[in-house]
């Protein structure tokens, strides 16, 4: 190496750390270099993480952000360990969601979806698609995704379109597909069907209705409800049997107001005496738990509602008009015809749909379902016999809750975007086709007259085929063999139902084996408010591209991995990010240190270690080996913080401070050690790091080979190897130092509490300790400025103004004489103790009032307590330093 070339190194590191001028130039240069595609060689064993594909509903927002962080950081640390580590890219269609975004944006040009007709609207889409779509990957760009891009799939595109049909039929031939009339969530505003999932649940403050239902054989049964407008819809009474209150009417018929159809009064254990009147109302077409009634006393089941929310004609005079218009008016004919009683306030759980906020009607509705026991009874199995693991192991009970308590799936929506159930219908012979590919004829009856079921399928159906439909399944295909299963699904804890548990239950049913082996779940990001980061709530400074420009892309991914613990929400706060890019100039400005040493000793044969180096690379291997633990068990903010303490503190304060001594001494052998070990232990580091920074870690890099650093090593540092953690760590250099470290600081504290002025050398004498220690008297005269220092035995005494410490198992006097004026340090104490004694008299005079105690507020009276006790405090702390400065006898 040679001091030009070094020269020019250092020059192109001048300034701050530039993250503007780096991160597009080498994402590039990782692109094309191939280093995101997982090696071909057979003898790497494979590392697979599919990416949670984001909904194109719009661009990302700050909480992705942590998905990335976590997941680039496994992909790259893996990589780096040697694995054929492959990170699946892609986007979902989200069909309801995404319908509504492009719906709204029509209804800004005057257009609905139904102007447009399906196939207009679907162009629509997929130049939605192809807008929103790039601006996620140009996203994940900026944030330093290192995912394979030649493998990039959409959940609409031709390849998975293939997988879901293969899936649906699969499932329908094994009988685990089937079409019912039974309830459902139906949602209004999209006018599909949703799953129970999809159903956010809210405390509402309504009304309790008590409403007079007149009797067939004459007088009234009065029954509470808060939805009276399904009363339409009634086709029973019921009352618990062991009710005396009515026990007498059990088997008589009552009246629907309004409507006169004659229902009949019934005895079922459901019902709850103490609610309301303890006589409930029926209505198997609009309640579940009615549904299950009608079914144990075979009840009709009667459907009021349309698919927008309006009543149809079972609602006689009210039909065609919106459920909550027709609640009103309904309301008003049961007051003019006495038949309401009394109205109270209460306040009950409503279900929304957690899209569009819509308030959900039960209603039953043909739809088609998956008989999720089996599935859901395999996936359990799994969990429990380990071959998939939680992260944490808090969720595996909530997830094993819910296979538990699962439900039939219902599978279809109402839409016009996404997967298209296979089925046909003939038309002349009423045959139902389900098909692979498309039929052009009835396989029953030849005719051709075939209408394809309009229902298109859960988004979470395609999205469950995620992890194998990706890697070509359901053919045999090279990826499918070598990356599934998957190695890690990293992902929100709110999607652990909707998308984790759909996923396992397919991937077993499906190709026979579970999709992945550990589950990650980090938590949510919110705002400072607490309001959740999304994009049905976003607010100013919700795009990371805007935190990226003013900090970096290494600030934000390392402060989020930090800041967040595993399955725990966190707050983002954006001084977080700045100190992360505190961090980043931090390592910067180290890593130009580590270089210019580098030139200072370039040809220099270096010496032996000193006990300094001994330190820092022991502290470095327990670092290396605590970084590795970490990862490999899924504590990254742990691993991320232990870098960050240890290059911030232990190698760029402490160790750099003093290898100046060494390195600006008059040995060269021993200045070309320290450079050694400088750059041995910034080598080591940016590997470490660089999956969580993986910017300026790869700058540095090219800077520090260029400089003759790293040796033989790859050119690129996302393809340079980690290597395993050494196992030497001298014990005893690691206790040595950090006795060392405690003296100077505890001098660098008396010093600063003294009031002494930076530049100034004090002197110092340090009692006790073993010989080793006055070897390493230049590191404290350097780093405490001290001089002149001196040693002395245990138990030596010296009578004389100073101020004492221990520390390191040592004790530090300092004469204050070299500190401070005496006389003007005096006269300053006795001030402050004055001062401090009239403040502790005012407040003690204060609380010895009782009218002061007992009529002043709470908070009034606690200050002056504080203030007392502070007080009280400050006039013991100046004492004891007035006691320092008279000499003893």
């Given at each position: 190496m040679t001091s030009q070339r070094s020269s020019s190194v250092l020059e192109a590191m001048a300034g701050p750390y530039d993250p503007a001028s780096v991160e597009a130039r080498l994402y590039d240069t990782w692109d094309e270099s191939g280093a995101f595609?997982?090696?071909?060689?057979?003898g790497r064993r494979p590392f697979t993480i599919a990416i949670p594909p984001p909904n194109i509903t719009g661009q990302l927002h700050n909480g992705h952000v942590l998905f990335v962080a976590y997941q680039d950081l496994m992909i790259r640390w893996q990589r780096m360990h040697g694995r054929a580590a492959l990170w699946?890219?892609?986007?979902?269609?989200?069909?309801?969601?995404?319908?509504?975004?492009?719906?709204?944006?029509?209804?800004?040009?005057?257009?609905?979806?139904?102007?447009?007709?399906?196939?207009?609207?679907?162009?629509?889409?997929?130049?939605?698609?192809?807008e929103v779509g790039n601006s996620i990957n140009?996203?994940?760009?900026?944030?330093?995704?290192?995912?394979?891009?030649?493998?990039?799939?959409?959940?609409?595109?031709?390849?998975?379109?293939?997988?879901v049909r293969?899936?649906?039929?699969?499932?329908?031939?094994?009988?685990?597909?089937?079409?019912?009339?039974?309830?459902?969530?139906?949602?209004?505003?999209?006018?599909?069907?949703?799953?129970?999932?999809?159903v956010e649940y809210q405390?509402?403050?309504?009304?309790?209705?008590?409403?007079?239902?007149?009797?067939?054989?004459?007088?009234?049964?009065t029954v509470a409800t808060t939805r009276p407008e399904t009363m339409l819809g009634d086709t029973a009474i019921a009352v618990h049997p062991d009710d005396e209150r009515y026990q007498s009417l059990v088997g008589q018929e009552a009246l629907v107001p309004g409507i006169g159809r004659r229902i009949p009064i019934i005895a079922d254990a459901f019902v709850d005496p103490e609610f309301g009147s303890g006589a409930v109302k029926v209505t198997p077409g609009h309640d579940p738990n009615d549904a299950a009634m009608g079914e144990r006393h075979d009840l009709p089941v009667i459907n009021i509602m349309n698919g927008d929310g309006t009543l149809?004609?079972?609602?006689?005079?009210?039909?065609?008009?919106?459920?909550?218009?027709?609640?009103?008016?309904?309301?008003?004919?049961?007051?003019?015809?006495?038949?309401?009683?009394?109205?109270?306030?209460?306040?009950?759980?409503?279900?929304?749909?957690?899209?569009?906020?819509?308030?959900?009607?039960?209603?039953?509705?043909?739809?088609?379902?998956v008989n999720a026991r089996p599935l859901a009874d395999a996936a359990a199995a799994a969990v429990n016999d380990g071959r998939i693991r939680f992260h944490p192991a808090r969720f595996k009970n909530e997830f094993l809750r819910w296979l538990d308590e699962i439900q039939p799936w219902c599978i279809s929506r109402q839409l016009w975007l996404g997967h298209r159930i296979p089925v046909w219908y003939c038309q002349d012979c009423g045959a139902v086709i389900v098909a692979r590919e498309d039929p052009s004829s009835c396989p029953v009856c030849g005719g051709r007259n075939l209408r394809q079921d309009p229902d298109v399928l859960d988004t979470w159906f395609s999205s469950g085929l995620w992890p194998f439909s990706t890697l070509g399944w359901p053919d045999d295909t090279p990826d499918l063999r070598r990356f599934y299963p998957t190695d890690v699904m990293e992902t929100g804890y709110d999607i652990i139902f909707f998308w984790v548990a759909r996923m396992v239950m397919l991937g077993l049913e499906l190709v026979g084996e579970v999709p992945f082996h550990d589950v990650y779940f980090h938590g949510l990001v919110r705002h400072l408010d607490g309001s959740k980061v999304s994009k049905t709530n976003y607010q100013p400074g919700d795009d990371p591209l805007e935190t990226i420009e003013a900090y970096g892309a290494d600030a934000m991914r390392f402060s989020f991995v930090t800041a967040a613990a595993p399955g725990n929400d966190m707050r983002l706060d954006l001084r977080q990010v700045e100190r992360g890019g505190h961090f980043a100039n931090k390592i910067w400005n180290g890593a130009k240190f580590v270089i210019g040493a580098m030139e200072r000793t370039s040809g220099a044969a270096a010496g032996e270690p000193s006990l300094i180096d001994r330190w820092i690379l022991s502290r470095f291997n327990q670092v290396h080996a605590d970084a590795i633990r970490d990862v490999e068990r899924f504590r990254f903010g742990e691993a991320g913080r232990t870098l960050h303490d240890f290059l911030w503190t232990e190698f760029f304060d402490w160790y750099v401070e003093a290898a100046k001594i060494r390195l600006y001494g008059d040995d060269p052998a021993a200045a070309a050690r320290t450079a050694l070990t400088l750059a041995t232990v910034l080598d080591g580091s940016l590997r470490l790091l660089h999956p969580f920074m993986p910017y300026v870690t790869e700058e540095i890099w090219r800077h520090f080979r260029a400089a003759g650093g790293a040796g033989d090593s790859p050119e690129l540092l996302i393809e340079t190897p980690i290597p395993s953690a050494s196992p030497n760590v001298d014990q005893g250099a690691i206790a040595q130092v950090r006795a060392l470290i405690e003296i100077v600081?505890?001098?660098?504290?008396?010093?600063?509490?003294?009031?002494?002025?930076?530049?100034?050398?004090?002197?110092?004498?340090?009692?006790?300790g073993d010989d080793g220690l006055e070897s390493q008297a230049v590191f404290i005269q350097r780093l405490a400025r001290v001089d002149p220092l001196t040693f002395h035995v245990a138990d030596?005494?010296?009578?004389?103004?100073?101020?004492?410490?221990?520390?390191?198992?040592?004790?530090?006097?300092?004469?204050?004489?070299?500190?401070?004026?005496?006389?003007?340090?005096?006269?300053?104490?006795?001030?402050?103790?004055?001062?401090?004694?009239?403040?502790?008299?005012?407040?003690?005079?204060?609380?010895?009032?009782?009218?002061?105690?007992?009529?002043?507020?709470?908070?009034?009276?606690?200050?002056?307590?504080?203030?007392?006790?502070?007080?009280?405090?400050?006039?013991?702390?100046?004492?004891?330093?007035?006691?320092?400065?008279?000499?003893?006898?």
């Open positions: 595609q997982p090696s071909g060689d057979p699946l890219p892609g986007t979902d269609h989200a069909a309801i969601a995404t319908q509504n975004v492009i719906e709204r944006e029509l209804a800004k040009e005057g257009l609905s979806r139904h102007d447009l007709g399906r196939e207009g609207f679907e162009k629509r889409f997929w130049q939605w698609k192809d140009d996203q994940l760009r900026r944030l330093g995704a290192s995912v394979d891009w030649t493998r990039e799939h959409f959940t609409l595109d031709e390849q998975l379109s293939r997988a293969e899936a649906f039929v699969r499932l329908y031939e094994k009988g685990l597909i089937y079409r019912g009339r039974y309830m459902v969530n139906w949602c209004p505003d999209d006018q599909s069907a949703i799953s129970d999932l999809e405390d509402v403050e309504g009304s309790l209705w008590h409403i007079r239902y007149p009797l067939v054989d004459g007088g009234h049964l149809n004609d079972n609602a006689g005079r009210w039909s065609g008009r919106d459920r909550f218009d027709a609640r009103e008016a309904y309301l008003e004919f049961l007051q003019a015809e006495g038949l309401l009683e009394r109205v109270e306030p209460h306040t009950h759980s409503v279900g929304h749909c957690s899209r569009d906020g819509a308030v959900i009607e039960p209603l039953v509705s043909e739809q088609w379902f600081q505890s001098i660098r504290n008396a010093r600063h509490e003294s009031g002494v002025e930076a530049g100034r050398q004090v002197e110092a004498r340090v009692i006790g030596t005494t010296f009578h004389e103004p100073a101020v004492t410490a221990r520390a390191g198992g040592v004790e530090i006097f300092l004469p204050l004489a070299g500190m401070v004026d005496l006389t003007a340090e005096r006269e300053r104490l006795a001030r402050e103790l004055a001062d401090a004694e009239a403040t502790l008299g005012r407040a003690e005079q204060l609380l010895a009032n009782p009218r002061f105690v007992e009529r002043a507020p709470e908070a009034v009276v606690a200050k002056e307590r504080d203030r007392a006790r502070a007080a009280s405090e400050r006039v013991a702390q100046v004492k004891e330093r007035q006691a320092a400065l008279v000499e003893s006898p």
